[in-house]
């Protein structure tokens, strides 16, 4: 973090902290991240700016960190455990299903299936890859991910990848029950050669638009490249992004049509809502 940005926190305290000096230097410092950006590095210039913004004198400061470099440690992992809420775009989640109940009709037939499928890959890919990798939370979490093995000190660096690696299972646990939800309402399935596990598909998924997102940093203009594309048995044409056609192309690798695909079922299951808790059943009726 570089103590020479511009860095304003007005109204800071949360009220819900009270003396909680860890929450609120915790708080402080988040915002700081979000507004300047991530090092490995802090200064006692910038701790007594962020202890001011908090509210927190040295003394507090050092009962509960007995140095900064400790302190940098305890922010890292509380920046990896936000980033889980960040990944994990709820909302999107939820709207994919909400769309989906309104196109139930095409859910009837192979063609209107495979349509239905790929209008979803194109959005919500698209979506996540200019509005997720865009947001701070992620840029945060991609880079203490890219960083966090040049930590100097060991037990801070395995605490910190113990952070990082509860934040991905914890990612991956939502999106696998959200692909075991949707999936099989619009009549796809995974492989039987994964065996009934998501978790690879929802690795590899997630790795093509974060890497995109990565990489758009340097090559903006071959990240963001769209290419006309005709739409699926029709003369239509569509425009699909990179992120779009790379997640597309991982989508088919994994799964494929369900040829025991009941409409009437998935029709009622759209009625019933989506469960995003880890483990969710699709056959279980919500």
């Known amino acids: 973090m570089s ?12 009220p819900s902290g009270g003396d909680d000096v860890r929450a609120r230097m915790l708080l402080s410092a988040t915002r700081y991240v979000e507004s300047a950006g991530l090092s490995l590095g802090v200064s006692g210039a910038l701790i007594e700016r962020l202890s001011a913004n908090a509210g927190v004198t040295a003394k507090q400061f050092s009962r509960v960190w007995p140095s900064h470099d400790a302190f940098l440690a305890d922010l890292f992992c509380e920046l990896a455990n936000q980033a889980r809420i960040d990944r994990a775009d709820a909302q999107t989640l939820l ?36 509005v997720v990798t865009a947001s701070n939370k992620w840029r945060t979490y991609a880079a203490l991910s890219t960083t966090v093995e040049s930590w100097p000190d ?8 113990d952070a990082l690696r509860a934040s991905e299972l914890a990612f991956v646990e939502t999106m696998e029950s959200f692909y075991r939800n949707v999936l099989p309402t619009v009549g796809y399935r995974l492989k039987p050669q994964f065996h009934g596990d998501y978790q690879p598909f929802v690795v590899a998924a997630a790795s093509v638009i974060e890497g995109l997102g990565i990489v758009r940093a340097t090559v903006p203009a071959l990240v963001e ?56 059943d699709p056959d279980s009726g919500y």
């Not at 304003?8 to 305290?13: D, F, I, Q, R």
């Not at 049509?257 to 009625?271: C, G, I, W």
Request: aromatic share 10%.
């Open 154 to 161: 060991e037990a801070a660096r395995v605490q910190i990848t």
């Open 95 to 130: 709207t994919t299903w909400q769309y989906l109940s309104m196109r139930v009709d095409e859910l009837r037939s192979s063609g209107g299936r495979r349509r239905v499928l790929i209008d979803i890959i194109r959005t919500a890919a698209q979506y996540n890859f200019e």
């Open 3 to 14: 103590e020479d940005d511009t860095y304003s926190t007005g109204g800071l305290h949360d």
């Open 225 to 280: 490249a769209h290419f006309d594309f005709p739409v699926d048995g029709d003369a239509e044409v569509e425009e699909w992004s990179v992120a779009s056609l790379a997640f597309v192309g991982v989508v088919d690798a994994f799964i494929e049509p369900d040829p025991d695909f009941n409409a009437d079922e998935a029709v009622s299951r759209l009625s019933g809502g989506v469960d995003l808790t880890a483990g969710s």
